[in-house]
């Protein structure tokens, strides 16, 4: 018997007994329960939200390492491509300079509200 | 709350973390490591080259001694350039304006270049405070200035970078007031005064540029002089 068989059927547990599908629908990788833990934001429901936010490694371990997620999936949606424009780096660029303003806004809002330069 | 010009030199911090420690961890995220592929992208492909350049530029004239520091060279030139840069955007802040920070590039650098020279050929390296053909009633004289210009060196690395960097920010930053506050009153004049912002902008990315390529380059040549 092929070891991969069980996941060509799914069975179904009734009265104890195990009746067997058809063969024509095979279980396939999107059927099997994902723990709330594991799954992407977007496709946390509402509900969940709590027991995601709970689960999730806020270590600084865990941390480093959403950042590296999260920086190799910018890098290889927008600059890793062969025929990548100016547009990767510069959202990037746009993104620090916003970051900077917020950073510095409360030194600079001396600036603004001054009367005499 | 007295504001100054030198005001835009502080570095502000949020929640604790002063914004240099944001600006410090730029050139590392902008520069992605390179991938599986020969030729990854467009953007790596443009630093790969401008880094084959560079590497030709500073190591061709080296004995083969010298060339165990092409990483470092090379690194600290693209950690430069990038921070010089990156500083020429709005409200962006440049770690290379700090002395205490080029001090910390300079001085190590400089001292490791002495004491690999002193460690590894002991009379040539002493012998460089004295060039050839000297007539004999300068000798002590010049040894004195060729020693106070060595101890000079790594302050002069630190203090050139630093000053450069200052003296563009502060430019940019009257010139840009004075145009501002000139528009009111005077719009020819500030459309003038405009146009030398926008030269004067231009000259700036050149000059950062150029100040991270002399700051290596000076300690490859010191490193020459010693391997």
């Known amino acids: 018997?092929?070891?991969?068989?069980?996941?060509?059927?799914?069975?179904?547990?009734?009265?104890?007994?195990?009746?067997?599908?058809?063969?024509?629908?095979?279980?396939?990788?999107?059927?099997?329960?994902?723990?709330?833990?594991?799954?992407?934001?977007?496709?946390?429901?509402?509900?969940?939200?709590?027991?995601?936010?709970?689960?999730?490694?806020?270590?600084?371990?865990?941390?480093?390492?959403?950042?590296?997620?999260?920086?190799?999936?910018?890098?290889?949606?927008?600059?890793?491509?062969?025929?990548?424009?100016?547009?990767?780096?510069?959202?990037?660029?746009a993104g620090y300079v916003a970051i900077s303003y917020l950073w510095e806004y409360d030194h600079i809002k001396h600036d603004r509200w001054r009367k005499y330069h | 709350m007295t504001l100054s010009l030198f005001d835009q030199f502080m570095s502000p911090t949020l929640l604790g973390i002063p914004l240099m420690a944001l600006a410090l961890t730029l050139p590392w995220i902008l520069f992605f490591k390179p991938g599986n592929r020969?030729?990854?992208?467009?953007?790596?492909?443009?630093?790969?080259?401008?880094?084959?350049?560079?590497?030709?530029?500073i190591f061709q004239p080296m004995s083969l001694g010298g060339h165990k520091w092409a990483l470092i060279l090379t690194s600290l030139v693209l950690f430069l350039i990038t921070l010089n840069m990156l500083g020429l955007l709005p409200y962006t802040f440049t770690p290379t304006t700090q002395l205490s920070m080029n001090m910390a590039f300079a001085v190590p650098l400089w001292l490791a270049t002495v004491i690999i020279g002193m460690r590894n050929q002991p009379n040539?390296?002493?012998?460089?405070?004295?060039?050839?053909?000297?007539?004999?009633?300068?000798?002590?004289?010049?040894?004195?200035?060729?020693?106070?210009?060595?101890?000079?060196?790594?302050?002069?690395?630190?203090?050139?970078?630093?000053?450069?960097?200052?003296?563009?920010?502060?430019?940019?930053?009257?010139?840009?007031?004075?145009?501002y506050v000139l528009m009111s009153i005077m719009p020819v004049v500030a459309i003038l005064t405009s146009v030398l912002l926008f030269l004067l902008t231009l000259l700036e990315v050149a000059v950062a540029m150029i100040q991270a390529y002399v700051f290596v380059l000076l300690l490859s040549l010191y490193l020459q002089e010693n391997v």
């Open chain 2, 38 to 57: 020969w030729s990854s992208s467009r953007f790596s492909a443009l630093v790969a080259q401008f880094l084959k350049w560079f590497t030709k530029e």
């Open chain 2, 124 to 179: 040539l390296s002493l012998a460089h405070m004295l060039p050839e053909g000297t007539p004999a009633l300068l000798i002590p004289i010049l040894i004195v200035i060729e020693t106070i210009s060595l101890f000079i060196r790594p302050l002069a690395l630190g203090v050139r970078l630093t000053a450069n960097l200052t003296a563009g920010h502060l430019l940019i930053q009257l010139i840009a007031t004075a145009a």
């Open chain 1, 1 to 93: 018997m092929p070891l991969h068989a069980q996941y060509l059927t799914r069975n179904k547990h009734k009265n104890g007994k195990i009746k067997k599908t058809s063969n024509r629908s095979p279980v396939t990788m999107a059927d099997r329960p994902v723990p709330v833990v594991e799954k992407r934001l977007m496709d946390v429901k509402l509900g969940e939200l709590g027991t995601w936010l709970g689960g999730r490694d806020f270590t600084p371990n865990g941390i480093i390492q959403a950042i590296r997620r999260g920086h190799d999936r910018y890098y290889n949606k927008y600059i890793n491509v062969k025929k990548g424009g100016i547009g990767g780096v510069a959202m990037l660029l």
